[in-house]
């Protein structure tokens, strides 16, 4: 780490100024001092970050030690600071100490509580972290020393916010991951209930079209079987109303046959009184079918009417029996 020991008015003159209060070492042989208790230190960390830097700075002006102030944030870790004369009245190097990140502390040779009344006070202890006084150059290596600890101290607090901060992001990036890890699950599994959903609709249309058409097709095989049948009936019955028909019909021939003349009965048909019939007669089956029965009819009364050969004439008439 990086210090700086800021020496303010007059101390520049250390050495021949007042030896009985600020003692006999110059600001150069302190600061010599300084450096090699620094560097003992040194040989005492292990750390290198902890290891210390010692800068050195004096000015009798005002400005020129609030400038440094200023700017010491941006390459200082903190500062040993002797205000000097300052340190009773300077507000304005007070609120620049006040108004920058770098800790400083206050450090003085001789104790400003055992002087002069106006030393008393020190406007700058409000917005220092530490005050070491009445010491001497000891004063220096007690503030040194605190700093040092105080700025390790800061480190690893800033180290551990930096970490608590990266925890809660890394916890915040997890949290986050498993949010979205969550809404994608949700969305896949909405997205599955969805497709499983529309599946299950379409086989239940499916199997409602199968069953349509099975119903259509058994209602369709129903008509048709009724169809037939109902042909096969109109069938029968015509196929039956033919019968009877037949059957009345043989009826009524077998009525006419046995209304008819037996075979034994000779046929008699009137003819002339002056002709004679010759009947041929032959015994018939009622139950054969009909065929011709010849008859020879001779004329008695013309027996001059003959055929050349002498015989006489013969008129044959046909008549129907059963064969």
């Not at 055992?114 to 006070?121: G, K, L, M, Q, V």
């Not at 007690?142 to 901060?165: D, M, S, W």
Request: glycine share 2%.
């Amino acid at each position: 780490m990086k210090l700086l020991v800021l020496n303010g008015p007059n101390m520049n003159l250390l050495g021949m100024r007042e030896p009985d209060i600020y003692g006999n070492l110059t600001l150069e042989e302190m600061n010599r001092e300084l450096a090699n208790y620094v560097q003992s230190l040194n040989e005492q960390i292990e750390d290198v970050e902890t290891k210390i830097e010692l800068y050195f700075y004096q000015s009798n002006h005002e400005g020129m030690l609030i400038d440094v102030i200023h700017k010491a944030h941006e390459k200082f870790d903190g500062i040993v600071y002797n205000p000097a004369a300052h340190t009773h009245y300077s507000l304005a190097i007070r609120d620049a100490i006040a108004s920058v990140p770098t800790p400083v502390v206050e450090v003085h040779l001789s104790n400003i509580k055992s002087r002069e009344s106006f030393r008393a006070a020190s406007v700058m202890a409000i917005v220092c972290i530490a005050q070491f006084m009445g010491k001497g150059v000891d004063s220096y290596k007690e503030g040194i020393v605190a700093l040092a600890k105080y700025v390790k101290a800061q480190r690893i607090a800033e180290q551990k916010r930096k970490e608590e901060a990266l925890k809660k992001e890394q916890e915040a990036a997890a949290a986050a991951k498993a949010a979205e890890e969550a809404k994608l699950a949700a969305e896949a599994k909405a997205a599955e209930e969805a497709r499983l959903a529309a599946e299950a609709q379409a086989a239940a249309e499916a199997k409602a079209a199968e069953e349509a058409k099975l119903a259509a097709e058994a209602k369709a095989a129903a008509e048709a079987k009724a169809a037939e049948e109902a042909r096969l009936a109109a069938e029968a019955k015509a196929a039956e109303e033919a019968r009877l028909a037949a059957q009345a019909v043989t009826t009524d021939s077998q009525v006419e046959a046995d209304n008819a003349p037996s075979a034994a009965q000779a046929s008699v048909v009137e003819v002339p009184s002056s002709s004679v019939i010759e009947t041929k007669v032959e015994a018939v089956d009622p139950n054969a079918p009909i065929e011709a029965v010849d008859v020879s009819i001779a004329d008695a009364t013309n027996a001059a009417e003959t055929t050349p050969d002498g015989e006489k004439k013969k008129s044959r008439w046909s008549l129907f029996k059963k064969s």
